[in-house]
């Protein structure tokens, strides 16, 4: 719809502040944010409605609108309510760079506009997209009106017959029709996401028509940043995070208007899923603060304190201070200089969650920061009784191998021949004083996992020797003795030569062992790095081949 025809509407009320010249502007779109830089939400030509809660003075109004023009949005529609009126910094810059201004008043709810807006550009029936709105209108409320993604897969069930389910990147279901019947098997929502990444991974744009066990199944994407397609630098960076819709029916002989209902159904459920991604910001705060203490040799006095601001938030209604694992995780793409922490972030925090359990809610006891290309995650786990869990026999906590045995044929789909995931999961500790062990245990499984061949690896703490648990508790003098017989070598070496063989061998090691991703991070000629991997071995007796001894440099240059 062109912007004119939504200011001719007086049943919005709409005031037109600016951009008289832009009027024949298309709209395709609407959003409403409040945040300070909603650009990454955004395709282009959206209407955003905003009620001016990100502006704190004069200085917020330019910025916020350059990073609309530069997200290719329609127009600004600001309410009235929150400061009585849409201030002069903020016509100025709209001014500034042509970009239509409209004035809400307070009488006119955001979702009376975005309901119309909707309705207009998706050229459906209005009393089902009426629905469709009113019932997001509801989602995105607290309380128990409030539904999710299941009111509007409701809808699809009532008024259009369809059959539909919201899955993750590894195949958990996340939501799904009360009207659709029974839940998809887990084996059927395991393949259907496999399906999803390998036909993102190809390029091929959605939605994607799949049978299986004679059923045909349509899969629309679900994209969390609400970019259009194509939008990131490269689709690796987001293609193991998204969701998907999968429709039990075949979309390819469907008409315009019902593909685009669809398609503004995945918008609606986009939404949301943006919401509880944002809603992750204070246990990903929580994480990386404590990482931070952990990786600095903070006072454990100081750590403790920060896990128990930390333990209401992940366990919410806990007695006692739980014990914690730690799990890193790594995705690495061959050749390529992705960055790999933000998707080890998503992922980390998916594969987490109980493959078993439906909808977010077992998520929000999930911890994740990132460092570099490394996901982090500190695993609150209930306090068991000694006797109860020599009394059952059983080890409690996560284990590596169960918490991939599910969403590894999905991951290996999106991971397509030229991506890693590694995993390392420690044992379970029961204070601060043991966390700086455990994130080296964990980190150091992640290394076993990577020795293995597979693209889709883990390992856990059982399979490491016990020093290593005990690294961080090993005295001074042991230590110095032990780095000084590996490392001064190394490092007289490098003093006389400038050589830099020290940090060939962490970036070596940090490789996991491969020539060609060590080369390309240092900038080296895979001959070159061969000289100083012999020139090292040469120095030390040490072969770089062996396990063993990339163990003794890994554990020497981390007591260093």
Request: with cysteine; aromatic share 2%.
């Given at each position: 719809m062109r912007l004119r025809a939504l200011l001719d509407t007086d049943a919005l009320g709409l005031l037109?502040?600016?951009?008289?010249?832009?009027?024949?502007?298309?709209?395709?779109?609407?959003?409403?944010?409040?945040?300070?830089?909603p650009s990454r939400y955004l395709a282009g030509g959206e209407l955003v409605l905003t009620g001016l809660a990100w502006r704190r003075d004069e200085a917020d109004s330019e910025p916020f609108v350059r990073l609309l023009v530069q997200a290719g949005v329609a127009a600004l529609a600001a309410g009235t309510a929150e400061l009585g009126g849409v201030p002069e910094d903020l016509i100025a810059a709209c001014a500034k760079h042509r970009l239509p201004l409209l004035a809400v008043d307070e009488s006119v709810a955001f979702a009376t506009v975005t309901e119309h807006v909707v309705r207009q550009v998706s050229g459906e029936r209005a009393g089902d997209l009426a629905a469709v709105v009113d019932r997001h209108r509801r989602m995105m409320t607290s309380g128990p009106a409030g539904g999710g993604p299941d009111v509007v897969l409701d809808l699809l069930g009532t008024d259009l017959d369809l059959r539909a389910w919201v899955l993750s990147p590894t195949g958990r279901l996340i939501a799904g029709s009360k009207v659709a019947g029974p839940d998809l098997p887990a084996g059927t929502c395991a393949r259907l996401a496999a399906e999803q990444l390998a036909a993102t991974r190809t390029g091929r744009r959605g939605p994607h028509r799949v049978q299986l066990d004679g059923t045909t199944y349509s899969l629309f994407p679900i994209r969390s940043s609400g970019r259009a397609p194509?939008?990131?630098?490269?689709?690796?960076?987001?293609?193991?995070?998204?969701?998907?819709?999968?429709?039990?029916?075949?979309?390819?002989?469907?008409?315009?208007?019902?593909?685009?209902?669809?398609?503004?159904?995945?918008?609606?459920?986009?939404?949301?899923?943006?919401?509880?991604?944002?809603?992750?910001?204070?246990?990903?705060?929580?994480?990386?603060?404590?990482?931070?203490?952990v990786q600095t040799g903070a006072a454990p006095a100081e750590i403790a304190a920060r896990?128990?601001?930390?333990?209401?938030?992940?366990?919410?209604?806990?007695?006692?201070a739980p014990h914690w694992q730690v799990v890193v995780a790594r995705v690495e793409w061959d050749g390529e200089e992705i960055e790999g922490g933000p998707v080890a972030q998503s992922l980390l925090e998916e594969v987490l969650v109980d493959p078993s359990a439906t909808g977010p809610e077992p998520a929000d006891r999930i911890a994740v920061a990132h460092t570099g290309d490394e996901a982090v995650a500190l695993v609150p786990l209930p306090a068991v009784p000694a006797v109860a869990a020599d009394r059952e026999g059983a080890e409690t906590g996560l284990l590596a191998d169960a918490l991939l045995q599910v969403v590894r044929e999905p991951l290996s789909a999106g991971l397509d021949g030229d991506g890693r995931l590694t995993l390392g999961v420690s044992a379970a500790v029961h204070s601060a004083e043991g966390l700086r062990g455990a994130l080296e245990e964990a980190r150091h499984a992640r290394r076993v996992a990577a020795?293995?061949?597979?693209?889709?690896?883990?390992?856990?703490?059982?399979?490491?020797?016990?020093?290593?648990?005990?690294?961080?508790?090993?005295?001074?003098?042991?230590r110095r003795a032990f780095t000084a017989r590996l490392l001064d070598p190394l490092t007289d070496y490098d003093r006389r030569h400038r050589a830099e063989l020290i940090p060939t061998l962490e970036a070596f090691l940090d490789c996991d062992g491969s020539w060609t991703r060590c080369a390309t991070r240092l900038h080296l000629h895979v001959n070159t790095l061969r000289y100083r991997v012999g020139r090292i071995e040469q120095l030390t007796g040490r072969d770089l081949s062996r396990l063993e001894d990339k163990l003794d440099f890994f554990l020497a240059l981390r007591m260093s």
């Open positions: 037109l502040l600016g951009g008289e010249d832009e009027l024949d502007r298309s709209v395709r779109g609407v959003m409403t944010t409040d945040l300070r830089d194509g939008a990131a630098r490269d689709v690796r960076e987001t293609v193991l995070s998204d969701w998907l819709l999968a429709v039990e029916a075949d979309a390819s002989d469907w008409d315009g208007q019902r593909m685009d209902l669809l398609q503004g159904v995945t918008q609606l459920i986009a939404v949301e899923r943006d919401r509880r991604e944002a809603a992750r910001t204070v246990r990903r705060r929580l994480a990386q603060e404590v990482l931070e203490l896990l128990r601001v930390a333990a209401p938030v992940l366990l919410p209604g806990l007695g006692a020795a293995r061949p597979g693209r889709v690896c883990a390992a856990g703490h059982q399979e490491l020797a016990s020093h290593v648990l005990l690294l961080p508790f090993v005295p001074d003098d042991v």
